[in-house]
C-alpha cells in the first residue's frame, strides 16, 4: 500500500506561481509511475503531468505545457509540481496518483493509489 498526501495549495491571483507536494509513505516512491491531476466543479478529472518510475520521462497536457514542472526526489520520496503563471482555468482539485512501474499514464483508471487531493484557486 502508498499513502500519499498532498499539499501547497492555495488561493492566489493570475500569474502567480504555487510549488505542489505529494509525499508517499509505506513504499519508496522510487519504481512508481506517477500523476498529477485535478477537478474542477461539475468536471471530470482531467490529466495535468506525469513522471516515470525509471529515468525520470514526463508529460504534460498541452493547457499547462511550458507553464508546469514535474519533478521527483526519490530520497524523500516526494513528487513536486511547480506550477507558474497561473490561470483561472488552473483551479480545481489537485490530485497525485501512484502506479508501480507506471509510465506515464494519462487515464486515472491507469493508477492505483490517490491523495485526497489539494485545493487551487486562481483569482483573475
Known amino acids: 500500500q502508498v499513502q500519499l498526501v498532498e499539499s501547497g495549495g492555495g488561493l492566489v491571483q493570475a500569474g502567480a506561481s504555487l510549488r505542489l507536494s505529494c509525499a508517499a509513505s509505506?513504499?519508496?516512491?522510487?519504481?512508481?509511475?506517477m500523476g498529477w491531476f485535478r477537478q474542477a466543479p461539475g468536471k471530470e478529472r482531467e490529466f495535468v503531468s506525469a513522471i516515470s518510475s525509471t529515468y525520470g520521462f514526463t508529460s504534460y497536457s498541452d493547457s499547462v505545457k511550458g507553464r508546469f514542472t514535474i519533478s521527483r526526489d526519490n530520497a524523500k520520496n516526494t513528487v513536486y509540481l511547480q506550477m507558474n503563471s497561473l490561470k483561472p482555468e488552473d483551479t480545481g482539485v489537485y490530485y497525485c496518483?501512484?502506479?508501480?512501474?507506471?509510465?506515464?499514464?494519462?487515464?486515472?483508471?491507469?493508477?492505483?493509489?490517490w491523495g485526497q487531493g489539494t485545493q487551487v484557486t486562481v483569482s483573475s
Open positions: 509505506g513504499r519508496t516512491l522510487s519504481r512508481y509511475g
Open positions: 496518483a501512484a502506479k508501480m512501474f507506471q509510465v506515464l499514464g494519462k487515464t486515472p483508471n491507469e493508477y492505483d493509489y
